[in-house]
């Protein structure tokens, strides 16, 4: 900091005169932040009065006083619908569930064979060699149905063959620059950049 100080400004600061400046920096974010969670509720509402349809909930800590906000949920309309038309469903996790049960190597190839079969036959040939091999591990990846997870019964069209669950983890890399923001600033980065197209 001193160094930047002294380069950019010209200035050749102590440092305790850098200290306490930090010191008021640091709390001005904090009153800033502070602030937002303040207005937290008249966000939800101004987001539910211009975007119809939506979904906002926010949850506070259970058992504190005094109130404390815990977490919040933001799906915009036009995304459920976007998502809903142009997308298939995700099947969360259906991999890393089977695997806790059925850990052998030669198990795990044949589930992703399933996975990734291009149609129900070769589906069925799959899940009938998994059977060969363990009958317990082909009767469980039926506890969850294939439509959710396998190839085999994406429709026509879709945008994505990925059988992996990697939505949350690309998301969430999206939107690391925003994460450092305080609340409010943090989920209009997040509201702006979610809604810009994509241009092909």
Known sequence: MKNTVLEEMFADASISKLKRAKAIVMQKAYDATKGQYEVLYDYQLELLRSNPGSTVVINKLPNVDPPTFWRMYVCFDACKKGFLAGCRKVSRHIYANWKKEFFKKECQKLFWACAKAPCPMLFNLARARL???????????LNTHPQHWSRAWFRLGSNCDSVDNNLCESFNKWIV????????????AIRRKVMIRIQE
Request: hydrophobic letters at 50%; glycine letters at 0%.
């Open 131 to 141: 059977a060969k091999e363990t009958r317990p591990c082909a009767q469980a990846i």
């Open 177 to 188: 620059e925003a994460r450092f923001f305080p609340i409010i600033t943090m989920l209009e």
